[in-house]
């Protein structure tokens, strides 16, 4: 198979995704990152179009980069215009890059309808505007707008629009799919015809409205495409633009074409995990080789087998993108995962024997008490090392009481009313029992707040150690005992983050629940560290 490109637009069409705004120095900390992955174009954005896109191709200048070239975008000129005093073009020029990419319509009806402009002004358009750019010595993609729309309804005028861009010096015509519609067959068809009417190497841009753009675009190398745009984890206008995080895996994986090297693709998770970092996203733990899921095995029948054989639930070695295999605890389990996670943590468990057997017994009486463990690791690992032989818990909770009370700051007015809580609680840790009370902006917090401060005097580590969310979930309500209530707890200590859940009717309790198997969790862990 031949040498393909990759071509990253994450900061020109991923930016236009609703919720996403990049500022220039997130853009500059992307561009390194894709460059690492091995990225070959990266589309920086559209000079002519903001200032803050000037602005970042004045700094990105400085950054050296190993493997990528920066590209410009920008339209060709406008109509009954000149290209030489086109202000978008001669920005593009300004930019200061090597290659430029440079979008004009391949659509009759595009042209007529939306530009409203001749069929024949349409192309002396391109023509004149790929001229222009390449007389100033850069490499230009031209991106064909509609094109598989435009092809379907005017064959001839699309090609027409292709010939004159190639006629021009553009060094690759990158075919769009634009508005997302076209199925795999379509493309395949259309670059067939593209190919036999030039040799200028082709590319493909794809959008995801019809969740066909991955598909589009492999569809595309098949027939022999070798430039491919897409954005990470997808991200672009309406549906988004093909994911480069399947695609690349894809191409190299499945389609033996080398676009980035084996140490490069093993970048792949933490990029797109990177990425959604910097655009404020959460990452989909369900994104196909990168996801948190993605590798993650549930059903106890599945687990057992992946204990046996690592590949016999897994079409790649998830190292490869640099992710890595879950084995998920919930009721569903089999034996094999309890043994298979506790393997994993450390902790020896006997494959033979009542030890695995009953703690599965009492995770599926949990969990139909409403705890649950997937998303919550650590109350599992302490739920495990608590069943441990010997254990001695760094804490132990003696009793607590939380008062919440309502008060009127004026009486002569509803509101506002000031809430307070206070929590008092006794905890033992060794032989001594401490007794400490604290305020709170909520009961939870009043709670969260006494437990540290009596702790505290013991482990003045645990200063580090911070609530970062806190999620109440409803359950189904049951045989008349009211709601029960799940809690989950983020925690961080600043560099590791961990979950854990808290089940009851009652929501302090769920809470205060968590909040133990959190301190708990960091505890055990700190304790681990010091002894190795
Ligand atoms: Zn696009």
Redesign the pocket.
């Known amino acids: 198979m031949a040498q393909v490109q990759l071509y990253d637009?994450t900061l020109r069409?991923g930016a236009?995704r609703e919720g996403i705004s990049f500022s220039v120095t997130d853009k500059l900390d992307i561009v390194r990152r894709l460059d690492e992955l091995g990225i070959h174009f990266i589309e920086g954005g559209w000079p002519g179009s903001n200032p803050k896109d000037i602005e970042f191709f004045n700094r990105v200048r400085k950054i050296s980069l190993h493997n990528a070239i920066l590209v410009a975008f920008g339209s060709t000129r406008r109509p009954k215009a000149r290209a030489a005093n086109d202000a978008n073009l001669r920005a593009m020029v300004d930019a200061g890059v090597k290659a430029v990419t440079i979008v004009g319509k391949s659509s009759a009806l595009q042209v007529s309808q939306v530009l409203e402009t001749t069929l024949d002004e349409n192309i002396s358009m391109i023509a004149d505007s790929i001229r222009y750019l390449k007389a100033k010595g850069l490499t230009v993609f031209f991106?064909a707008e509609h094109f598989f729309d435009g092809y379907k309804a005017n064959a001839d005028y699309a090609r027409r629009c292709l010939a004159a861009a190639a006629e021009a010096g553009a060094d690759c015509l990158v075919l769009?799919d634009?508005n997302g519609g076209a199925m795999p067959n379509d493309i395949t068809i259309a670059v067939e015809a593209a190919k036999a009417i030039t040799s200028v190497p082709l590319g493909i841009?794809t959008?995801n409205d019809a969740e066909l753009a991955i598909a589009n675009t492999l569809a595309a190398v098949s027939a022999g495409v070798t430039q491919v745009?897409g954005t990470i984890n997808g991200y672009?206008?309406r549906c988004g633009?093909a994911n480069l995080c399947s695609i690349i895996p894809a191409l190299k994986l499945k389609m033996g074409i080398d676009c980035v090297t084996d140490a490069q693709l093993g970048r792949l998770t933490e990029v797109a995990h990177y990425v959604s970092e910097v655009a404020n996203l959460i990452p989909d733990p369900f994104s196909p080789y990168v996801g948190f899921s993605a590798f993650s095995h549930k059903g106890g029948l599945h687990v057992s087998a992946v204990a046996k054989w690592e590949n016999s639930y897994q079409h790649v070695d998830p190292a490869m993108v640099g992710n890595q295999p879950r084995v998920l605890v919930s009721e569903l389990s089999g034996k094999g995962n309890i043994i298979y996670k506790a393997r994993e943590l450390g902790i020896s468990l006997p494959e033979e024997g009542k030890e695995a057997k009953n703690i599965l017994e009492r995770i599926k009486w949990l969990e139909s008490h409403g705890f649950q463990y997937e998303n919550a690791e650590a109350s599992f690992e302490v739920l495990l090392r608590r069943a441990q032989p010997g254990y001695q818990s760094p804490f132990e909770l003696v009793d607590f009481m939380v008062v919440v009370e309502a008060r009127r700051r004026q009486p002569t007015r509803r509101s506002p009313e000031e809430t307070l809580s206070e929590a008092m609680i006794k905890v033992k840790v060794g032989t001594e029992i401490m007794h400490t009370a604290a305020e709170g902006n909520g009961p939870v917090n009043a709670l969260d707040q006494a437990l540290r401060k009596a702790l505290l005097q013991f482990y003045p580590s645990l200063a580090q150690v911070k609530l970062v969310d806190y999620k109440v979930r409803i359950l189904e309500e049951s045989g008349g005992t009211g709601s029960q209530v799940r809690v989950l707890i983020e925690s961080s200590d600043g560099v590791n983050e961990w979950r854990t859940v808290g089940s009851s009717a009652n929501i302090i309790e769920a809470s205060w629940m968590a909040l133990v198997d959190s301190l708990e969790y960091w505890l055990l862990k700190e304790k681990a560290s010091g002894e190795s």
């Open positions: 637009t069409d236009q991106d769009c634009t841009h959008h745009q672009g206008e633009n």
